[in-house]
T-cell receptor
Framework: DVKVTQSSRYLVKRTGEKVFLECVQD?????MFWYRQDPGLGLRLIYF???????EKGDIPEGYSVSREKKERFSLILESASTNQTSMYLC??????????????FGPGTRLTVT | GQQVMQIPQYQHVQEGEDFTTYCNSS?????IQWYKQRPGGHPVFLIQ?????EVKKQKRLTFQFGEAKKNSSLHITATQTTDVGTYFC????????????FGQGTRLTINP
């Protein structure tokens, strides 16, 4: 079974703090993703990565950055947290496209509150 | 950008009734996937549809992909309390199918 783990289930930070959310997958997946989930809006893609040191912006990258130094680990960084970044953050991973198996495996999520 | 409409947003049924959620895309898709998220949980992959007009079944769940590959539906026959959760469609685009565009989700609640 694929396992995707996230560093924290709950996190409370203050406005202006730098926040790191970590995600690790153990199935040697090439692709990794960061989403945020808000009521009524579904899952919105923040950033994704097809390979080590490679990243691409998703639909809502403003205020976020990412890092992928190792294949199994994908970090989401909030450079200066703001209250509108209070949300549930979900990490996911998947195999590379040529296998035509696009399903994504999600971690348990981190509920971040910025006060 | 890619437009996706998933309806209804909420559905409440009596146990034993059927349930359907619909997903519509503004463009032709490479594939469509369906995920289920239980209350307090994370999305879990249910199925992937790739071919035009494809129909797949998983026990009481029936998934359809439209002939034009722009819409899909998930139908649950005779709902059970274990079906409670939010169902998301996720669009695999022709350009960059590895990146998914998620629908807003349909939250299903069931009266036992």
């Amino acid at each position: 079974d694929v396992k995707v783990t996230q560093s924290s289930r709950y996190l409370v930070k203050r406005t202006g703090e730098k926040v790191f959310l970590e995600c690790v997958q153990d199935m040697d997946h090439e692709n990794m993703f960061w989403y945020r989930q808000d009521p009524g809006l579904g899952l919105r893609l923040i950033y994704f990565s097809y390979d080590v040191k490679m990243k691409e912006k998703g639909d809502i990258p403003e205020g976020y950055s990412v890092s992928r130094e190792k294949k199994e680990r994908f970090s989401l960084i909030l450079e200066s947290a703001s209250t509108n970044q209070t949300s549930m953050y979900l990490c996911a991973s998947s195999l590379r496209q040529y296998l035509r198996k696009y399903e994504q495996y999600f971690g348990p999520g981190t509920r971040l509150t910025v006060t | 950008g890619q437009q996706v409409m998933q309806i209804p947003q909420y559905q409440h049924v009596q146990e034993g009734e059927d349930f359907t959620t619909y997903c519509n895309s503004s463009t032709t898709l490479s594939n469509i996937q369906w995920y289920k998220q239980r209350p307090g949980g994370h999305p879990v992959f249910l199925i992937q549809l790739v071919k035009s007009g494809e129909v797949k079944k998983q026990k009481r769940l029936t998934f359809q992909f439209g002939e034009a590959k722009k819409n899909s539906s998930l139908h649950i026959t005779a709902t059970q309390t274990t079906d409670v959760g939010t169902y998301f469609c996720a669009l695999g685009l022709i350009q960059g199918a590895q990146k998914l565009v998620f629908g807003q989700g349909t939250r299903l609640t069931i009266n036992p």
